[in-house]
C-alpha cells in the first residue's frame, strides 16, 4: 500500500526499497516513532533557545523612548583645558609662566591646550561618525573662521565631550581646584561650577550696556561631561549664526560680527541665557522664578539646579566694578590677566563719533550717566554743531595721544637712565668686588709668603743650633783625650 502511494513521488525501486526497510522494523517502534522524533526536536530547540539567550543581544531594538540620558558621573574629571594659537612648547614666557601655576597647584590633574593645528581634529573625533555622530556641527566648525568664535565654540565642545576644567590661555591659578567646591557642599550634587562676572543690573535697561549688565564668567569654569546645556548652547550658537549669515547673504565664513554680536551671540552672555534656562528646566521648585535677583549681590557661594555659583571674587577679582575686590581676598580663586584679550580690535565696540565708547567708563555711575547726557544732548545738535564738537573732540584726543606718548617716551628715557645707572652701579660694584678680592688674594699671598720666610728662619735657626749643639759636644769630647 505504501509503496503504491510512493510510486508517483519517485522510482519503483525506491518505493520498495522503503517498503522493505520499514517491513523490517518493529511495529511499536514504528508507531512510536513520531514521538521520539518530536521529543529530539524539542531537545534542540530548548538548547538553541539557551545558547540564544546566552550569547546574543536580542534582535529587537528598545524604543527611543526607552533609552535612558548620559548618566553624569559624581565627580568632576581631572583634566585642565586650555586653548591657544601654539602648542606650550612654543609659547612665550607670560604664557608658559601662567600655564604652570596650574600644574604646580594641581600635580595631580591631567594638562592639555588645543591649538590652532589640532582644534579641528579633535573636533572630528568627539563628535564625527565614531563619536556623538554629529557631522553638522564638525562642519560647521570647520567653516566658521572668526577666532573668537572658534575660541568660544570649543571650550563647550571640550566640556560636553569630556569635561574637566576650562580657563583661559591668560589666566593664572591662585589656588588649587581642591579650593573651588566648598566643602559643605557633596560634589556628587553638582554638575557646574561657575562664577559671577559682570554684576550690574542697575544698568539693565541701557541701550548698550543692558545686555552685558549681567553675566556668568567663561573664561574659567568646571563642567562634568555630557550635560545637555552644553549642547543647547553649541546648537544656539549654530542657529544664531546660520541667522546672521543669511541675513548678510554671505557664508559663514565671510559673517561680520562687532563686539556686542559677540558677546549676545557665542560669549558671556549666551553663556549665561542657557544656564539660566538650564536652571529654570530642572529647578526643584515650580514656584522658583530663576533670574539674576537670585545672584545680585551675591556674598556666599549657592547651588541653584546642580550648578554651583560663585562669588565674583572667585573667577573676576579686580575688575574695578560690580563689588569684585581684588585678588588678595580668600575667596579669590584665579587672576586674569587679559593680555590675551584683544579680540575686540577685530570686532569693535560702539564708538559714538564725539564720545567714544562708553565701556571705557567700566561701569563708573557718574561716567556712564556723563556719557549718556553728552550723547543725549549730542543728537539734538544741527549738523554744523555735531561736526564742531566732533573735530574739538578729535583735536582733543590727538592732543591726549600726544600726551601721552611723550609720557611714555619720558617713562622710557627715565627708565633708560634707570637701567643705565643702575648698570653702571652693577658693573662699578662688580669691579670693587674684584678690586677687593685681588686685595685680599694678594694680603693672602703676602701672609703666606712672611709665614713661610719665618718658617723658614726658623727652620735655619734650629739647624744652626742643631750644628753648634754638635760641634760643642766633639769639641768637649776631644779635650778629654788632650
Known amino acids: 500500500m505504501i509503496a503504491k502511494l510512493a510510486a508517483p513521488l519517485g522510482s519503483q525501486s525506491l518505493a520498495v526499497t522503503t517498503a522493505q526497510f520499514r517491513n523490517r522494523l518493529p511495529t511499536q517502534f514504528r508507531r512510536a516513532l513520531p514521538i521520539y522524533i518530536a521529543a529530539v526536536c524539542l531537545i534542540l530547540f530548548v538548547f538553541n533557545l539557551n545558547l540564544f539567550h546566552s550569547g546574543r543581544a536580542p534582535l529587537s531594538r528598545p524604543s527611543v523612548g526607552s533609552v535612558s540620558a548620559p548618566r553624569v558621573r559624581p565627580d568632576f574629571p581631572k583634566k585642565i583645558w586650555q586653548t591657544w594659537k601654539v602648542n606650550p612648547l612654543k609659547f612665550e614666557e607670560r604664557d608658559l609662566n601662567t600655564a604652570r601655576t596650574w600644574i604646580a597647584k594641581n600635580p595631580d590633574y591631567r594638562y592639555e591646550v588645543l591649538t590652532d593645528d589640532n582644534d579641528l581634529a579633535y573636533v572630528a573625533y568627539h563628535f564625527g561618525p565614531d563619536g556623538f555622530n554629529r557631522p553638522d556641527i564638525v562642519n560647521f566648525y570647520r567653516d566658521v573662521k572668526a577666532a573668537i568664535v572658534k575660541a568660544d565654540l570649543l571650550r563647550y565642545m571640550v566640556m560636553y565631550a569630556e569635561g574637566g576644567l576650562y580657563a583661559d590661555i591668560d589666566v593664572e591659578a591662585l589656588k588649587s581646584l581642591s579650593k573651588f567646591i566648598p566643602e559643605r557642599y557633596d560634589e556628587s550634587d553638582i554638575d557646574m561650577v561657575i562664577g559671577i562676572e559682570i554684576d550690574e543690573p542697575d544698568w539693565a535697561d541701557h541701550p548698550i550696556l543692558g545686555p552685558k549688565s549681567r553675566s556668568f564668567c567663561q573664561w574659567t569654569f568646571m563642567c562634568k561631561p555630557q550635560l545637555p546645556v552644553m549642547m543647547r548652547l553649541i546648537e544656539k550658537i549654530m542657529s544664531w549664526l546660520n541667522g546672521v549669515a543669511k541675513e548678510q547673504g554671505v557664508s559663514l565664513s565671510d559673517v561680520d560680527l562687532d563686539f556686542d554680536q559677540i558677546i549676545s551671540g557665542t560669549g558671556p552672555s549666551a553663556f549665561t541665557e542657557a544656564i539660566l534656562i538650564e536652571m529654570d528646566l530642572h529647578k526643584e521648585d515650580p514656584r522658583t522664578k530663576i533670574n539674576w535677583d537670585l545672584f545680585h549681590d551675591l556674598d556666599e557661594s549657592k547651588i541653584v539646579s546642580r550648578v554651583l555659583v560663585l562669588t565674583v571674587e572667585a573667577f573676576a577679582a579686580g575688575q574695578g566694578h560690580s563689588d569684585s575686590g581684588n585678588h588678595d581676598a580668600r575667596a579669590a580663586l584665579v587672576r586674569h590677566h587679559y593680555h590675551a584679550s584683544n579680540w575686540p580690535s577685530r570686532h569693535p565696540r560702539y564708538a559714538h563719533p564725539a564720545y ?85 688674594r694678594k694680603q693672602k699671598e703676602t701672609e703666606e709668603a712672611s709665614r713661610q720666610k719665618v718658617e723658614e728662619l726658623a727652620e735655619q735657626s734650629r739647624k744652626e743650633a742643631e750644628e753648634k749643639a754638635a760641634q760643642d759636644k766633639k769639641e768637649k769630647k776631644s779635650g778629654w783625650f788632650s
Open 356 to 440: 567714544g565708547e562708553v565701556e571705557r567708563c567700566n561701569w563708573n555711575d557718574e561716567c556712564v550717566k556723563k556719557w549718556d547726557r553728552d550723547v543725549e544732548a549730542f543728537s539734538k545738535l544741527s549738523d554744523a554743531e555735531k561736526n564742531k564738537i566732533i573735530e574739538e573732540k578729535k583735536r582733543e584726543a590727538e592732543e591726549a595721544a600726544e600726551k601721552k606718548k611723550q609720557e611714555e617716551e619720558k617713562k622710557k628715557k627715565q627708565k633708560e637712565a634707570a637701567d643705565k645707572k643702575k648698570k653702571q652701579e652693577e658693573e662699578a660694584a662688580r669691579k670693587k668686588k674684584e678690586e677687593d678680592e685681588a686685595a685680599a
